[in-house]
């Protein structure tokens, strides 16, 4: 049977041979007589599973041995206050506001931080990006924190900022967890990235924090000890129980992408390096067709659309049910724009295939000319 095309913006689509593999080992992990949710964290067979999404992880992403990569709970919008707790000290902080997701932990970070609100494109209703140059950074922050690929606006930033460049000696934060695994991270810029998993790693449930080890070991009293990045870091990920299944999911994702290859004119990618030629492929593919249809729109600024989440308009909005109707008919799903920007939405994570993209051009085509 044919599936589906799920363009959903978290929970996402997950590569099809993942899902296979998870379901072969569902009632049996590798002989142990255990399905993995069954498993004990503490038992050799899950360490191993641990271990080894770890390992391959960090060899994906290319994080320096100072860095600490933990496995935790609460996604990204809980993460808005652990990042405080455990680096804020009590002061200043700097926040870059880009769109929906990092207002939101601009707000939550009042709760633990003097937030001070160092650029914002809410001017121009978060379809741009404010330059780095022109951040206006405090001497005294704690950090700066970014989020570096918008989910609802659907803006990116291709590259991160050089703070010290900049005369911040902060360190920078960001969230990534809507472009995580779909683009190479550059960790002389970056001292923390945070981000939930259900969007191009595995199921809702599982929260990457890979942080600097130097910063560890600062929170806040008030902080609880399963939320203490230096506790969490000591414990292997293993303090309370982690969400064991999501980590195994994710695990096999990492070893899914290690597969990859992308056959390019400049040679054949492997990995990380073939995930972000296909993002590049996928989106520049849809954004070709929308900006030359006539009949659909994006706003965002061109030098910073997301390769990630795409929203797009129909110039006559009276067809949108219409055109969310047919889409779900011809097989593709979870198109409905976010109700805070409306209009339509494709998330184009690394799991989706080219030809989900191609399908839904087709559709969009025979929709405006049945339409227009």
Known sequence: MTRPFNFSAGPATLPEEVLQQAARE????????????????RGKEFISIAQQAESDLRALLAVPANFRILFMQGGALAENA????????????????????????????????????????EADHHTSLPAPGAWQLSSDAAYVHACSNETIHGVEMHELPDLASLGSKAPLVIDFSSHVLSRSIDWSRVAMAYGGAQKNIGPSGLTLVIVREDLLGQALPITPSAFDYKVVADNGSMYN????????????????IQRQTEVTPQGTLKGLAAMEARAIARSQAFYDYVD?????????????????????????????????AGAKNAGLLQLKGHKSVGGMRASLYNAMPMAGVQALVDYMKHFATTHG
């Open 241 to 256: 129980t982690p969400p064991t299944y999501a980590w195994y999911i994710a695990g096999l994702v990492f070893q899914w």
């Open 26 to 41: 569902m009632l049996d992990w590798q002989g142990s007589g255990m399905g993995v949710m069954e498993m004990s964290h």
């Open 82 to 121: 652990i990042l405080p707790m455990n680096l804020s000290r009590g002061g200043r902080t700097d926040y870059v506001v880009t769109g929906s997701w990092s207002q939101k932990s601009a707000k939550e970070a009042r709760k633990f931080s003097d937030v001070h609100i160092a650029a914002s494109n």
């Open 292 to 324: 030359g249809s006539g009949f659909y729109l994006n706003k965002v600024a061109v030098n910073c659309r997301s390769r990630m989440n795409i929203p797009f308009f129909l110039h006559d909005e009276s067809l949108n049910e219409a055109f969310l």
